[in-house]
């Protein structure tokens, strides 16, 4: 067996290469440049780096196949989720922007560390091999660790990082059996199977030659898998790491985490279950139908009570996550691009609300109570509408991108004879409403506290952010059209 | 002047003024807002004006709206259009819109938001009654809800977070309800899947499907009505709302539900509403009789109005579901009546809080020394919604009762005695208010009706004699489209062609 | 022949509603306005007097009308106009038309004719009054809404002017609203009436469903096609309607009461017309009442009512409730007539009832208005002297009613009693006769006490006669007491014959019985009158009084009470129901519904605050949640698997 | 009784006996030197399943590197650290107990049922002897590495660029102001 | 030479697995609980070196390649981050870590 150098197909995973070329020069650059100009070259160099990745991304649009001996699919799939990431990452980097400084945390890695991560989240989105989707995910976890525990003297950052931490690598242990398992079952750990030698058929493959009753090892790593990527995904029982990460870590961080660990995560989730695992649904499906449920009444119930919008929100990404496993479940066309839209939208709705706190948090963490919202309408009326509007988007109310999402997924399920699922669901989002309110109730029908008058104030960046998100949710609420279709175009390698 | 699409131009005119009033309009001229607001709900009335002398009565089907295409992918598009009973809907909050206006004059506190978010609502309001693609429906009706819960829980009075918080959630529970039944019946359309009503109407359903669809809207309007059970939200949502809340709330929105009944849950799902119509009846007769029970016993002038709603709204849906053209058009007219009086007592009893700043029936008395007009007036809507001959109120009572008789013989007996009831809760409460000796001397010394008040409410005290001696224009307008649901409730069936397959469809 | 076209018929009869209307909203608007005007600064009260007018040219209006009538051939003598269409849906169409016949001709005249006397005097007797000119506005607008209820041509008006007048009997029993009395008086009235116009309302849906339409044309029609149990049920229900409106067991509880309000609004509302829209509106529907048994019910509550009013007069110390009961009595007598089908009898009586009882109120009213509103008869006597007019006017009111030939009471009474002897309703006919008798005894008590004796009145007012105005209205009325009765006289035309077409020829024994029958009632209104004067003139009569007490007491204590009815009906039904109502406000309203929907939310909240406590805080016990949940799911997937 | 399976008794023991050993060393530095023991074993049960490179990796890399660190750390953390025998958490202890047994139990009975479904009679290792032979264990690991696997290769550069920074990061000794700021942490500590 | 089934050597990987597990869940100090989440990466290990076996290929041995590096990386950040930790609270203890929580 003559060794056969691998052709270089790099098409599938230019945007990833991009990113992590532009972080290792950022770091360089950091390094010798310091505190000169005022730091206005990382955000703008990342931004670049995104765009760039993002046109190369783009550029592969309608592209269905397999590369580098079939590691990565490149697909509209992956595409889609890649630039979705890398709006995520560009809002990131320049709500981070302001945010470092006002906490007093300007370090050159951070951009480093979020393209990085960016990049682990876009080759997890491609990734056509259990192996590569492994190495994606642990790559960008690594880095959500450290960005997590970025606020180095605060308490509840550091506390935040252990527990994601710890409970991280559990988890990725189990996911890791459940590799193991599929390659024991079936001999590869590749999904489509490649031509090249040393390779074996994908696990596609051996599911449509091997009689059912020889998958039972398949089947138990099945749900090795759901619990890997439903840690990732903040689904109960295995959200429990989510409140305590996302109140501790800095805000912008905590934005990236709930829109892009979701999105990466589902996009594996959508890629194992609705597209390869498929044949298997009878087995998965009922588990999942379990998890979404718990998921969203879980998420929504718990979040009634919370004081900390940080921590509220958390909750309420949890209850998300179980709306978007309803799009899984229907584990159709319309599922899959329901739950792409879907993801899309909330992670921009997120990632301005949690731009919002990051602006009303200042310096100190105590800024995160809902009770620093008091009347917030009356003074900054702009703010306090844009955070409203994510409010109300994240409570599905018409009008607003959240709506439409739901819409979709909800409409999936119905569509595939689950009206029961989407009933609990819809009543889900009405206890969810609830809480949402809460926070209008605060900002609206309170008076402001004297104290509060000096509140700190965004910088341009995040108010653009804000802005940017802002719009988004509501122009993707009325006019969703286009974006709707780009998702349902979004389909998978073969 | 028909070859301008009048009523989409009437639907949003009050959002195009709010977006003006939030922009352009600075937060320390509260007087600019003020005229401003009554411009624009004025103007919204007179294009109204024009819907209603471009209306065609004779025409069948919809009429004067415009149709475009919006959401392709989901064959969802932007559908307007009135029938007979819209149009009075139309007219009824393009009418008092402007009203409301006048009285929210004596809001001072974030006027221009205020005024915005009433803006909003009227835009919403008219979206629901015009709206015939259910994404676009559905739409409105969810937008009208924002406006109204900042209403009540920013400018409300005592407990009015509490209240808005109850209006939406109750609200909110039953329309996510209706979302799912109308995703459902999107997908069960014949042909490719559509949200245009029009092309709904008749989609072959097994009754049970039709039944769980028919309850899936039937949860959103019956809260909306609202319909016993579900109608506690309304005193505290009544209660503490501002004036032009109220009015905005009983006038309109409880109409909203009706609507929704008469235009989606009875045309869509004909079989299940002929089939559960003994329990929509038996729900709205206990509402009549309860909520005028409960109403009799209110120590808040408020509460006792918010219940005699619950008790006149029952007489609306008993109408709408008896089947027959009489308890179809009296339902239709009762919810204009209903609209005008319990509008006007909403007015006169804001008009009193500021007088003296209590509701509370106990901290009056013998105003009519002081207050003869006020007096007078009240006496005259209460009178109007005691359903006196010769006012509005009876007209549409009696076509309602007439109805309910020929269709169920002597279940008309209880909701009858709806009538007995009312006069009794709503003379007590006259009694204790107006009539008897001063007990508290600030009774003796408030002013009565100013030029505004009286202002808005002369035209709302004109229509009900107009109504009430001459509701022919009226009544003409809404038969034809009445009859058709009629026809529709009592004929329409909808059932698979092939064999009716009983329990839930796909 | 006809003198008029049908179409000034119409504007005619339409402008005899039209202008007390039109006065009485722009007395309602503009009232006080006038009154501060130059003109009311001038003639004080001119609006009193405008009103006046309005009402005195509907009378001519109504002359004209009954003069075009009597000028046609009988058969021609039903003329229906139509004003405007109303309520018009799908089948049912109502409009608003009008009927111009014998029977609505002569009930205008009595009400406008009545409304105008009684317009006078009030000019006179509310002259002092604040609200001078709304109380004119109420009084025009009761006038219109009568009006309208005499001239209906279809059922559903009628009703219209039915709530109308019970409307205009509310605001004026209220008139005084600072007194709670009268608040409570008028809200009682209005209610009680409201439960009688729910049966009658009742009555209106059979009707229209059986016949399918409301047009007294086409009703009485086919009254006889629509089969006696229908018949007897909407009768009934349609009676039931008229006990409230007429006071009549059981619903007359409201009258009494009703005595509240300004004497001018009893002697007009509570006497002479609105409380006779009952006994009209079961004349005019003789037919669907023929059609069925109805009649006997009728009948039967007409002469209980007769004998119950009766009593509670005899032992009433109160001027004007005594005058009450009586009208409630008088009333119970028309009815007893329509039970014996004698229908123009009844509305025989009706009028000469409009006439005598006006007066007295009025003299009532006149007497009040001289001893300062005092209204107990045991602190007046001998008040004919202080007064002439009122005591003479009085005195033939009183013999009128007593039925002393040849006062227009005789002739309506008798008439009356004649024709339940030929129906042979001898139990009837001994029910109406022993009334009689009463009702000459307790009038000739009240009349004998107030005006003859010694003179006697409340200390520190000086009696005196009434002003002019109130003066011209009770000699015109006084003289039609007297001499009422020769409408129906046998001659040229007599009323019962006027009214032939409409309600059918009423029978009267041949031969001697009917001046046997004549001389029986004059005989015991003899008799009551005598005893009055036994008991309250003689000089031993408080001796007898007292024995006569002993031995009756019960009886006595009882009707003074008022038999307790009003306790009972609070007991049995006021009671209980503001029980229910309270129950269902506080406990099922606030409890049970709103708790339970409530607590579903605060279930929610309570569930969230114990479960977020799972979140401990340990990363251990989030690793242990989470290993739970990893078997959990092997374990299902094992599961299936094996 | 051949030798692999006296050597795998031996390695059976060794592993099991001493990561459940871990388990019950109150010292981590005990723990940390039970866990080497254990990692030892399993490299003797990779050479005996014809895995030598990994074998060998395995002991260089993490009975070697790894676990030194480890050992670095506990030292800098001090050594002499007890760690209380108490279980504060109620219920910690049986329910990880119990659920760790039902776990493997699950696993291996699938595990089990799966074995001869994959490979009837078990492991067709001749295969991999074969390929042990020619071209040789290192060999054949390289070529897939540098053929097929390239890419999850080069990832796991860039995961260990991402360590590298990471660390660089956290281990940042604190600037001025952060020690200002981390100097009130403690008053919060006080009060948790 | 293979008498010993594979499903022994899968039998001491489940196990060991499961002791990390429990392990993990056990003990309280920071090092020590992610020195067992080490010990169920090496359980891993040894089952893809059996799987490998199994199917008479490398591709097992290779991907235990790739695990030991993610190990290495594991490692580094998470030591890193248990000082900060410690430098912090002069405890490695993760019961003391639970400011955040409810």
């Known amino acids: 067996m003559p060794f056969t150098p691998p052709d270089v197909q790099l098409a599938a995973i230019a945007p990833e290469i991009v990113l992590c070329v532009a972080a290792l020069v950022l770091l360089v650059l950091d390094g010798f440049t310091g505190n000169m100009w005022n730091r206005l070259h990382l955000p703008v160099l990342s931004t670049v780096a995104f765009g760039f990745a993002g046109w190369l991304a783009i550029d592969q649009w309608g592209a269905a196949e397999t590369q580098l001996s079939g590691m990565v699919a490149l697909d509209g799939f992956s595409i889609f989720v890649k630039v979705t990431l890398v709006v995520f990452g560009i809002l990131t980097v320049w709500c981070a922007r302001d945010h470092l400084t006002r906490a007093g945390i300007e370090e050159g890695e951070f951009y480093a560390l979020t393209l990085f991560v960016a990049a682990g989240m876009m080759l997890m989105a491609s990734a056509a091999d259990l192996i590569v989707m492994f190495l994606a995910l642990e790559t960008f976890s690594i880095g959500l660790y450290v960005m997590v525990g970025f606020r180095q003297h605060s308490l509840n950052s550091q506390e935040s990082a252990l527990k994601y931490f710890l409970l991280g690598s559990f988890s990725s242990a189990f996911f890791l059996l459940g590799i193991a398992m599929v390659y024991g079952a079936t001999g590869t750990t590749n999904l489509y199977g490649v031509t090249t030698p040393g390779a074996s058929e994908g696990v596609a493959h051996f599911l449509a030659t091997t009689p059912s009753s020889g998958l039972g090892l398949l089947v138990l790593a099945t749900g090795f898998l759901i619990v890997g990527l439903g840690f990732k995904v903040a689904a109960v029982p295995f959200h429990s790491w989510t409140p305590d990460a996302y109140q501790g870590a800095p805000s912008p961080v905590t934005g990236f985490m709930a829109a892009g660990s979701k999105l990466a995560g589902f996009a594996a989730i959508l890629r194992l279950f609705d597209a390869i695992l498929f044949p298997l649904r009878g ?165 402001p506290d004297e104290d509060q008058a000096l509140r700190a104030n965004g910088g341009i960046p995040s108010n653009a952010v804000i802005a940017v998100t802002a719009l988004a949710t509501l122009g993707l609420g009325v006019v969703w059209g286009p974006l709707f279709d780009l998702a349902r175009d979004a389909t998978f390698f073969f | 002047m028909s070859d301008l699409p009048m009523l989409d131009i009437a639907i949003f005119i009050p959002l195009a003024g709010a977006l003006l009033l939030a922009l352009w309009v600075p937060k320390d001229k509260p007087d600019i807002a003020r005229w401003a607001a009554l411009a624009i709900t004025v103007a919204t009335f007179a294009v109204s004006l024009f819907v209603l002398f471009d209306f065609d009565a004779a025409a069948p089907g919809f009429q004067l709206g415009s149709e475009a295409s919006w959401i392709p992918q989901w064959s969802i598009g932007y559908v307007t259009g009135i029938d007979g009973i819209s149009l009075w809907m139309v007219m009824l909050t393009t009418f008092l819109m402007p009203l409301g206006v006048l009285a929210s004059w004596s809001i001072t506190a974030r006027v221009k938001p205020y005024f915005v978010f009433l803006l909003i609502l009227e835009t919403g309001m008219l979206g629901v009654f015009c709206a015939l693609d259910l994404f676009l429906f559905y739409l409105f009706w969810e937008v009208t809800l924002i406006p109204m819960y900042f209403l009540i829980g920013i400018w409300g009075y005592g407990r009015r977070v509490y209240a808005s918080m109850k209006f939406f959630l109750f609200t909110l529970v039953g329309s996510l309800l209706m979302l799912v039944a109308i995703l459902f019946l999107y997908f069960a359309a014949t042909g490719n899947p559509t949200f245009d009503y029009r092309e709904l109407l008749g989609t072959p359903l097994t009754l049970g499907t039709q ?227 001063v007990t508290n001397e600030e009774n003796s010394s408030i002013v009565d009706l100013r030029w505004r008040e009286l202002g808005m409410l002369a035209p709302v005290l004109a229509l009900i004699v107009v109504i009430g001696m001459y509701p022919k224009p009226f009544l003409d307008r809404i038969g034809p489209a009445a009859d058709r649901v009629v026809i529709q409730l009592k004929e329409g069936s909808v059932l698979p062609a092939s064999g009716v397959a009983e329990g839930v469809g796909p | 022949m006809e003198l008029i076209p049908g179409n000034d018929i119409k504007v005619l009869a339409a402008t005899t509603i039209y202008f007390p209307l039109i006065t009485a909203f722009i007395l309602l608007f503009f009232g006080k306005r006038l009154e501060a005007g130059r003109l009311g600064k001038r003639v004080k009260g001119w609006t009193g007097w405008l009103a006046t007018f309005a009402i005195a040219r509907s009378f001519a209006g109504a002359v ?310 005092e209204t107990d008869m045991r602190k007046m006597g001998g008040l004919r002297k202080v007064m002439p007019i009122t005591g003479w006017t009085f005195m033939a009111g009183w013999l009128a009613i007593c039925g002393v030939i040849p006062f227009a009471g005789f002739f309506s009474k008798d008439a009356i009693l004649a024709s339940a002897w030929h129906e042979h309703q001898y139990a009837l006919w001994s029910i109406g006769v ?179 406590r799972v979140q401990t805080g340990y990363v251990r016990s989030y690793a242990l949640v989470f290993l739970f949940g990893a078997v959990a799911i092997l374990s299902i997937l094992v599961l299936r698997v094996s | 009784m051949t030798w692999e399976q006296l050597i795998f008794g031996v390695v059976f023991v060794v592993a099991l006996g001493s990561s459940m050993a871990m388990l019950f060393m109150r010292n981590a530095v005990h723990v940390a030197l039970y866990l080497v023991a254990a990692q030892m074993a399993l490299a003797l049960a990779f050479l005996l399943q014809g895995a030598f490179f990994i074998a060998a990796v395995q002991i260089i890399v993490y009975a070697g590197a790894i676990m030194v660190l480890f050992l670095f750390v506990i030292m800098l953390l001090g050594v002499d650290k007890q760690e209380a025998l108490i279980e504060p958490l109620p219920a910690q202890r049986p329910l990880a107990i119990g659920l760790g047994v039902l776990l493997a139990a699950e ?81 919060t500590l006080e009060a948790a | 030479m293979n008498s010993v089934g594979p499903g022994y050597y899968l039998l001491l990987s489940a196990l060991m697995f499961t002791v990390g597990v429990i392990g993990a869940l056990v003990r309280r100090n920071a090092i020590v609980i992610f020195m067992f989440i080490e010990l169920m990466l090496n359980a891993v290990n040894l089952a893809f070196v059996t799987f490998a076996r199994m199917h008479g290929e490398v591709v097992g041995q290779v991907i235990v390649f790739f695990v030991l590096v993610v190990a290495a990386a594991e490692v580094v950040v998470g030591l890193a981050i248990i000082l900060v930790i410690f430098r912090q609270r002069a405890s490695a203890n993760v019961d003391d870590v639970n400011l955040l929580k409810w």
């Open chain 1, 283 to 447: 087995d998965w499906r009922p588990i999942l139908i379990g998890i979404a449920v718990l998921t969203m009444i879980v998420g929504s119930v718990l979040a009634v009570v919370q004081e900390d919008l940080k921590r509220l929100l958390a909750y309420s990404s949890i209850a998300h996550a179980g709306f978007v496993l309803v799009g899984v479940i229907a584990a159709s066309d319309r599922g899959v691009s329901g739950s792409l839209f879907y993801l899309a939208t909330y992670g921009l709705t997120v990632l301005g609300a949690f731009a919002v706190v990051s602006v009303i948090e200042g310096r100190d963490e105590d800024r995160m109570r809902l009770s620093a919202y008091r009347g917030l309408f009356y003074e900054r009326p702009a703010l306090a509408g844009a955070l409203t509007l994510f409010m109300l988007s994240l409570a599905g109310v018409p009008l607003t991108s959240g709506f439409i999402g739901k819409l979709l997924v909800f409409g999936a399920a119905i569509d595939q004879g689950y009206t029961w699922l989407a009933v609990i669901g819809v009543l889900a989002s009405a206890i969810a409403a609830f809480f949402y309110l809460r926070v209008l109730v605060v900002m609206y029908m309170q008076e």
């Open chain 3, 64 to 373: 004209v009308l009954f003069f075009e009538l009597i000028s046609r051939p009988e058969h021609e003598r039903a003329i229906a106009v139509k004003v405007f269409d109303w309520i018009k849906v799908g089948g049912f169409d109502v409009s608003f038309d009008l009927l111009v016949d014998p029977l609505s001709v002569v009930m205008l005249l009595v009400v406008t004719g009545v409304g105008t006397l009684i317009h006078i005097y009030s000019t006179g007797y509310m002259h002092d009054d604040e609200r001078y000119s709304r109380f004119f506005a109420y009084m025009n607008l009761f006038v219109a809404s009568m009006l309208v209820l005499v001239l209906a041509n279809n059922v559903l008006l009628l009703y219209v002017g039915w709530e109308g007048v019970g409307l205009c009997s509310y605001l004026l029993i209220g008139f005084w609203f600072e007194k709670p009395a009268a608040a409570n008086a008028a809200k009682k009235a209005f209610i009680v009436n409201r439960i009688g116009d729910f049966a009658f309302l009742l009555g209106i849906f059979l009707l229209s469903s059986t016949v399918g339409s409301l047009a007294m044309g086409q009703i009485n029609a086919q009254a006889g096609a629509m089969g006696a149990a229908t018949a007897t049920t909407i009768s009934l229900l349609l009676f039931a309607g008229a006990t409230g409106k007429s006071a009549q067991i059981p619903l007359y509880v409201w009258l009494p009461d009703a005595m509240e309000g300004p004497t001018p609004v009893s002697a007009l509302i509570h006497a002479a017309t609105m409380v006779t829209a009952g006994v009209y509106m079961v004349a005019r529907l003789s037919p669907v009442f023929e059609a069925g048994d109805a009649l006997v019910v009728v009948g039967w509550i007409g002469a209980l009512t007769a004998l119950w009013g009766a009593f509670m007069a005899a032992t009433e110390y109160d001027i004007k409730r005594v005058l009450a009961y009586s009208t409630m009595s008088q009333l119970g007598y028309m009815f007893l007539a329509h039970g014996v089908h004698a229908y123009s009898a009844g509305i025989f009586h009706l009028v000469t009832h409009a006439f005598f009882k006006a007066l007295m109120f009025l003299g009532a009213g006149a007497v009040m208005h001289a001893l300062a509103g």
């Open chain 3, 434 to 612: 022993l009334t009689a008798a009463l009702t000459a005894f307790y009038m000739s008590r009240l009349y004998l006490r107030v005006f003859e004796g010694k003179l006697k009145v409340p200390e520190g007012v000086h009696a005196h006669d009434a002003p002019w105005t109130m003066a011209a209205a009770l000699v015109p009325l006084a003289v039609l007491a007297v001499v009422g009765g020769v409408i129906n006289l046998p001659g040229t035309l007599t009323l019962e014959h006027f009214l032939e077409p409409v309600v059918g020829a009423s029978h009267v024994p041949e031969g001697i019985t009917p001046w046997i029958l004549a001389g029986a009632a004059l005989a015991v209104a003899a008799v009551g009158i005598l005893l009055a004067r036994a008991l309250y003139m003689t000089r031993s009569s408080n001796v007898r009084r007292r024995e006569l007490y002993q031995r009756t007491r019960p009886l006595v204590d009882a009707a003074r009470n008022k038999f307790y009815v009003d306790e009972f009906y609070g007991r049995v039904i006021v009671m209980p129901g503001k029980r229910l109502a309270q129950f269902a406000a506080t406990v099922v309203d606030a409890k049970i519904i709103d708790g339970f929907l409530t607590g579903i939310g605060r279930a929610t909240a309570g569930f969230s605050e114990g479960f977020r």
């Open chain 2, 211 to 437: 039944r769980l669809l028919f309850l899936g809207f039937f949860a959103s309007f019956a809260v909306k009505v609202p319909l016993f059970p579900l109608h506690t939200w309304l005193p505290d949502a009544h209660t503490e709302a501002p004036t032009a809340g109220s009015v905005m709330l009983a006038a309109v929105m409880l109409k909203m539900g009706v609507y929704g009944l008469i235009r989606f849950a009875i045309p869509l799902f004909p079989d299940a509403a002929r089939e559960l119509t003994p329990m929509v009846v038996a729900l709205a007769i206990i509402g009549i009789v309860y909520g005028a029970a409960v109403a009799m016993m209110q120590k808040d002038l408020k509460r006792l109005i918010a219940y005699s709603s619950v008790a006149h709204l029952g007489f609306v849906v008993l109408g709408v579901f008896v089947g027959t053209s009489a308890g179809m058009s009296g339902g239709v007219l009762q919810m204009v009546n209903h609209g005008l009086s319990t509008g006007a007592l909403f007015m006169l009893v804001g008009a009193l809080y500021e007088r003296r700043h209590t509701r509370e029936i106990a901290d009056f008395g013998g105003l009519a020394r002081s207050v003869p007009v006020m007096a007078g007036i009240f006496l005259f809507v209460a009178l109007s919604s005691i359903g006196l001959p010769g006012l509005n109120g009876f007209v549409g009572e009696f076509l309602i009762l007439l109805g309910t008789f020929t269709a169920f013989s002597w279940w008309v007996i209880p909701a009858a005695f709806g009538i007995v009831l009312a006069a009794i809760y709503l003379l007590w409460a006259y009694q204790r208010v107006f009539q008897g000796p």
């Open chain 4, 107 to 187: 696993i291996i009975y699938v595990a089990g049922k799966g074995l001869e479904l994959v490979t009837g009679a078990g492991a067709n290792s001749a295969a991999l002897n074969e390929i042990n032979q020619n071209p040789g264990n290192v060999k054949a690991l390289a070529r897939l590495l540098f053929s097929s696997y390239l890419l999850p290769f080069e990832a796991t550069s860039i995961l260990l660029v991402v360590a590298i920074v990471g660390v660089m990061v956290l281990a940042r000794r604190m600037s001025a102001s952060d020690l200002v700021r981390a100097s009130k942490n403690d008053e």
